[in-house]
C-alpha cells in the first residue's frame, strides 16, 4: 500500500509546508462531535479554521476563488488523533524486518532469511512477531535466527515491544552469557542448560540496544518521514508519541519548521530528557505543530510477555507475578519535580498490580505539593498509559484523582487469543474495561500503540464498538459489556485526545473558531454495519487547513 500511495504522499509532504487552504467541504455525512448539533451537511475552513459549519441551506455566500471539496459520499469526522503511538517505531517499521503478520515461526524465519539476502551487510532488526497463535506456540529463540540468517547479528522484536530474541552472534557482542545478570525490571529467559535462550524481557532489551541500526542520524529521518507519510494515510491529523527519544525532540522540531511535519505531534518524552524539560518548561514549536509537556515512564511490563505486574501468579505461570519497572521510593520524587515543573505524566502500566501502584503514587505526589505549587494548579491532566488489567475496586482512582486512562482497544483484539491463560476467567472482569470507566466519568483516550499494533483508525474504531476481532470473533467469556457506543467511541479518538493535551479549546470537535484538522473516511463510522468498519480508508486528511493526504 505503501508504494502504490507513494505519489499522494509525496505531494501530502509538500502541502504541509504551505499555508493553510481555504476550502468549502461537503458531499458526504459530517459529524461534528458536538453534542448539540451532532451533523451538518457542509463546513468552511479559512485561514486554517472552522470558519462555518451547517447545513447547506443555511450556507454563506463563498468566494468563486475558494475551492469546494467534494466528499463523494464519505463521511467527515474531527481529526482522529492517535492517543498512544510510537512515531519513530512506524517509521522504523517501514524500514526494517517487519514480521507482522506472519502466520507461524516458520513463516517468520523464512522472512528473517530472505531479509539477511536481500540485505547481506550488517545487523539485522526487525519486529513484530508474536508466537501466541503460531503452531508452533513458543518464544522465538537464538538458535531459531542462527539457523535462518547464520553468522549474523539479529535483534526481532516481539510485537508488544516488550521482549527482543537475538541471535547468538547478537548474544556475543554484547558480551550476554550464562553468568549475565539481568537489569533490574527484566528477565535473561534460560534453557535448562542455564545458557541463555535468547530472549531478552524488558529492561533486559537495554544489553543490545547499542547494536542496533537506529543511531544513523539520516536513517533517523527517513524513520519519521516514513512514519508521517503512513499515518496521514490512515487519517490520523495527530499522534500522541509515547516514548519520544528526548534526543530525537530536537529533530522533529526542525523538521517541523522545515515543513515535514504534516501531523500533529504530542510528545511524551523518555526519562532521559525528564530533569532537562522539567527545567526548561514545556516546548511548543511551528505554532503548536510539535508540543512536548510530558513525561512517559513505566510501571511495569507486558502481559504476553508476562511482565505486566500482577497481584495473583500468571495462570499459566504460577512462578511469576510479573516485572515492577521501578520503585516508590524512585519514581514519587521524580512525580513532584514534573508537578513543580508544570509537565504532565504518563505511566505505562499493564497488570492489575501495576496499575494500583501507579494510582497510589499519584496520590502521595499530588498530596505532597500543593495546587499553590504547580503552574498548572489542580489541572495536571495525568494518565496512565494502557490501564490494560485493574480490579474493579480500583475503578475509582480514575475517577477520585482524576486518572486519565489512555487505552488502545485493539489491544483486545490480540489478547483474547492468550489473555484469558494468562489471568484466568475471574481477572477478566477488569480487563480492557473501556465502558467500566466511561460510565464513570473517566476520559478514556484512544489509542494504536503502533506499531505494536497495525496502528489504522479504523481497526480501533471498530475495536472499541465490536470487541471482536476482525473475523467477528470474540470468544467465551470475553466480556462484551465492556464495548463502547459509537459516539463514545468517536470523542475516544478526537475529543478526549485533545483534552488530554491540553487543546480542547482548538481541537477535537467540528466548531467554528477551533483549528481545521479533518479526517474523512469512505466508510460511515456511525451508520454502517460494524463488520464493515475495518474494511475502509481514509479519503482525506486535513490539518491546519492544508490537506496532507487525500484519495477519492
Known amino acids: 500500500m505503501i508504494r502504490t500511495l507513494a505519489l499522494t504522499l509525496l505531494l501530502a509532504g509538500a502541502a504541509a509546508s504551505a499555508e493553510a487552504q481555504d476550502m468549502l467541504i461537503k458531499g458526504g455525512p459530517i459529524y461534528t462531535g458536538v453534542d448539540a448539533a451532532p451533523t451538518a451537511e457542509a463546513v468552511l475552513v ?50 526494517t524486518l517487519n514480521l507482522e503478520g506472519s502466520v507461524s515461526l516458520a513463516d517468520a524465519m523464512a ?42 547479528v539479529v535483534l526481532l522484536g516481539r510485537a508488544d515491544g516488550h521482549a527482543v530474541v537475538a541471535s547468538t ?5 554484547a558480551g550476554i552469557d550464562a553468568s549475565t545478570v539481568a537489569p533490574a525490571g527484566g528477565e535473561i529467559l534460560k534453557g535448562p542448560d542455564g545458557k541463555p535462550t535468547g530472549l531478552l524481557v524488558d529492561a ?31 487519517g490520523w491529523t495527530g499522534v500522541h508519541f509515547m516514548s519520544a527519544p528526548w534526543e530525537d525532540i530536537p529533530l522533529l522540531e526542525d523538521m517541523a519548521a522545515d515543513g515535514e511535519a504534516p501531523l500533529r505531534i504530542y510528545n511524551s518524552i523518555t526519562p532521559e530528557g525528564a530533569a532537562e ?10 505554532d503548536g505543530r510539535i508540543i512536548t509537556r510530558a513525561i512517559k515512564y513505566y510501571a511495569d511490563g507486558a502481559l504476553g510477555s508476562r511482565g505486566a505486574a500482577l497481584f495473583e501468579p500468571y495462570a499459566d505461570r504460577p512462578d511469576t507475578t510479573g516485572l515492577m519497572q521501578i520503585t516508590e521510593q524512585e519514581i514519587v520524587p521524580l512525580y513532584q519535580a514534573a508537578l513543580k515543573g508544570g509537565i504532565q505524566i504518563a505511566t505505562h502500566a499493564i497488570g492489575d498490580r501495576g496499575n494500583a501502584s501507579v494510582a497510589e503514587w499519584y496520590q502521595q505526589a499530588l498530596a505532597g505539593v500543593a495546587p499553590s505549587e504547580r503552574p498548572n494548579g489542580a489541572d495536571v491532566r ?20 482524576p486518572i486519565i486512562a489512555s487505552m488502545q482497544p485493539s489491544h483486545a483484539i490480540g489478547d483474547l487469543y492468550f489473555a484469558p491463560a494468562r489471568l484466568g476467567d475471574a481477572r477478566l472482569d477488569g480487563a480492557y474495561a473501556w465502558r467500566s470507566l466511561v460510565d464513570l466519568g473517566v476520559i478514556v483516550v484512544g489509542g494504536s500503540d503502533a506499531p505494536v499494533e497495525r496502528g489504522a483508525p479504523l481497526i480501533e474504531f471498530y475495536a472499541a464498538v465490536a470487541r471482536a476481532d476482525l473475523e467477528g470473533h470474540q470468544g467465551p467469556d470475553w466480556r462484551p459489556n465492556e464495548a463502547v457506543d459509537r459516539a463514545t467511541a468517536l470523542k475516544m479518538f478526537t475529543l478526549w485526545p485533545a483534552w488530554a493535551s491540553f487543546r480542547e479549546a482548538e481541537l477535537g ?5 477551533k483549528r481545521a484538522d479533518l479526517t474523512a473516511f469512505n466508510v460511515d463510522l456511525m451508520t454502517a454495519p460494524v463488520a464493515d468498519i475495518p474494511k475502509g480508508h481514509a479519503t482525506l486528511t486535513v490539518v491546519d487547513g492544508v490537506v496532507v493526504y487525500r484519495k477519492d
Open 509 to 513: 470537535t467540528i466548531e467554528v473558531g
Open 277 to 286: 524539560l522539567i527545567a526548561g518548561g514545556p516546548r511548543s514549536v511551528a
Open 382 to 401: 495525568w494518565r496512565i498509559e494502557h490501564a490494560q488489567i485493574l480490579r474493579p475496586t480500583d475503578y475509582h482512582w480514575f475517577r477520585d484523582l
Open 204 to 234: 533486559a532489551d537495554q544489553l543490545v540496544t547499542s547494536l542496533t541500526p537506529q543511531a544513523d542520524p539520516a536513517a533517523l529521518r527517513e524513520a519519521y518521514r516514513a512514519g508521517f507519510r503512513v499515518e496521514a494515510s490512515y
Open 169 to 173: 552472534p547478537a548474544l556475543a557482542a
Open 111 to 152: 522472512r528473517l532469511t530472505a531479509w539477511a539476502a536481500a540485505h547481506p551487510e550488517g545487523p539485522i532488526a526487525g519486529r513484530g512477531w508474536i508466537e501466541t497463535r503460531w503452531p508452533e506456540a513458543r518464544f522465538l529463540t537464538a538458535a531459531d535466527l542462527d539457523a535462518a540468517a547464520p553468522g549474523r
Open 46 to 95: 479559512r485561514d486554517g479554521r472552522i470558519a462555518w459549519v451547517g447545513k447547506l441551506a443555511d450556507q454563506p455566500a463563498v468566494p468563486t476563488e475558494i475551492p469546494t471539496i467534494d466528499l463523494k459520499g464519505a463521511a467527515l469526522f474531527p481529526g482522529f488523533t492517535d492517543g498512544h503511538a510510537h512515531l519513530d517505531g512506524i517509521g522504523w517499521r517501514e524500514l
